[in-house]
């Protein structure tokens, strides 16, 4: 089992891999020089014995020790180096592999347990990795043929003192195969652990604006409770699984230790081997389970580090969109669902839709929450794949797309603005990544932002917090407009663009997607009547199937939904404080 652990880490490691291979073998020669300290050992042992008074004795044991403790202190030095490498270029390697996997995972995979599960490997997970893993392995690797050396010149010194190191070696090695085994079973449960605590820290962390505005501080913590008892269980349950194991291991090398003792002052007394061997005896009594004590503490979080692996590597098992499209650049941009269905977790979302956007049209989609208006949009952008039918671009299906083709295609303003920690010139420019300077701010002063940009201290150079914390709703919106106003894609989807705009701004901003919109194929989201009412065609959307279609016109003749709709909005705008 063993075999298959370390194998498993060695595949992990990549092209670490022969890193971890010269730190193990700089550890042999680690395990050299410190025998030339027993060496040195015996040498003065023998002239003791002998009384021997010349300097000789004493001059050699000074020079083997000197090359010893320089050898010792070269070896460690670039054995830490490669493991420390190794360490950190793996887990950076994973990281990197985990973030392009992100790229290709269906946006349906991200809700905030997820976020959590991924937060927890990207961290906690894989810093347990990069500190651990090559040290551990490294460690048993060489600490095993260390304990082979040390045993050979055992064998050579006598081979009946030899035969007990071994014994010690079997009985140790048993239970640590013992514990090992058992710790099987509660390590994936600690790594679980550990993944939940950081979901749920973050979480709370997250709404914590949500907890302090209904004073819940301090209460309703069951969640963020749970996860670290739990925690704390399964630390516990690993470190009590391991303490009986370990005082029997401890148990067995010092018993052996004793008998070896013991071994050699019978083998004198019976004139066996002389008083220096004797002596020197003793002095392996206490050296010689030192490697192998080594390599029983590593194979212990050797378990871990292989869970910590197969947590890492669940990532790879996640679904991810085909993307085997090819870059396709269509002659027009109409839209078109031919019986969509759309399932999330077996919930239906949407039933059986079809619709046709001819190029450069608008289409406004109104309807109750969680009608599946967000959806559709999403689905034109294949943050999910339909469950069924198929969705249409220029007469190509979204799927003939490569991913990166069919976005150049789309532009999307969303109601829920995420800004990154960077210059506002920067988030502006994730519209389009060479665009310049002039043009970023021609995209601003379209976008009814440039005002307030031009306002703060370091103007378009001013970094902003992650998220967008130090802009308010309506700022971080009208600069999520000026990057979709940048990358002039011919497909605008607005899903609630402007329902965090000031009402002061309002008529600005309306005018700059006004603009925006000219001579593209436009889908809106909104539920304000003056941005819906001149679209070219207005579908109605409830429990996923479209129950009205046709223009505003058309849809006040009927008693329907949208009817009801605008005479809530009109009773809504007619309120007065």
Known sequence: MMVSTIRKILAFAGKE????????????????????????????????????????????????????????????????????????????????????????????YFNDRSQGELSGILSTVLGDLENSGPVMLVNFTSSIVNSIVFAIFIFIFDWRI???ALAGYAVYLLFVGKMEKKSREIAPRRQKSEMALVSMVLERIQGMSVIKSFNLSGRDDSKVEKALNDNRDSNIS???????????????????????MTAGCFFALSGAITLADALMTIVISFLCFAQIQTAGSAMQMLRIVSSSIDQAESVDSIPELD???????????????????????????????????????SLAIVGPSGSGKSTLCSLIARFWDVSSGS??????????????????????????????????????RFGRPNASMDEIRRAAQKACCADFIEALP???????????????????????????ILKDAPIIIFDEATANVDPENEDKLQKAMESLSKDKTVIMIAHR??????????????????????NHEALMQENGLYKAFVADREEASGWKV
């Not at 979204?398 to 960077?422: A, N, T, W």
């Not at 070219?536 to 009205?548: Q, S």
């Open 323 to 361: 993307e085997k499209g090819q870059v396709i650049r269509p002659q027009t941009h109409s839209i078109e669902f031919r019986n969509v269905s759309f399932a999330y977790d077996r919930k239906p979302i949407l039933k059986d839709v079809s619709i046709r956007i001819p190029e450069k049209t």
């Open 162 to 164: 030899g035969l007990l």
């Open 238 to 260: 690993l470190e009590m699984l391991f303490t009986p194991y370990i005082t029997l291991e401890e148990i067995s090398l010092r018993l052996f230790s004793v008998i070896i």
């Open 458 to 484: 370091d103007g378009y150079d001013t970094v902003i917090g992650e998220g967008g914390a130090d802009l308010s709703g309506g700022e971080k919106q009208r600069i999520s407009i000026a990057r979709a």
């Open 529 to 550: 009547l003056k941005t819906i009412r001149n679209a070219d065609n207005i579908i109605v959307l409830d429990d996923g199937v479209i129950t009205e279609e046709g």
């Open 17 to 108: 891999k022969a890193n971890i291979w010269k730190s193990t073998a700089l550890n042999f020669l680690y395990a050299i020089f410190n025998m030339l300290q027993v060496a040195a050992v015996y040498f003065i042992i023998v002239a003791l014995v002998g009384n021997d008074r010349t300097g000789s004795p004493a001059l050699t044991s000074l020079a083997l020790m000197a090359v010893s403790v320089l050898g010792k202190a070269a070896t460690n030095r670039f054995s830490q180096l490669q493991q420390t490498h190794a360490g950190y270029f793996m887990v950076a390697n994973k990281r990197i592999a985990i973030a392009d996997k992100i790229k290709r995972i269906p946006m349906g």
């Open 391 to 428: 969705i249409r671009i220029g007469g190509h299906d979204i799927r003939e797309y490569s991913l990166p083709s069919l976005m150049d295609q789309i532009s999307m303003v969303f109601q829920r603005v995420y800004l990154f920690h960077d210059t506002i010139a920067a988030n502006i």
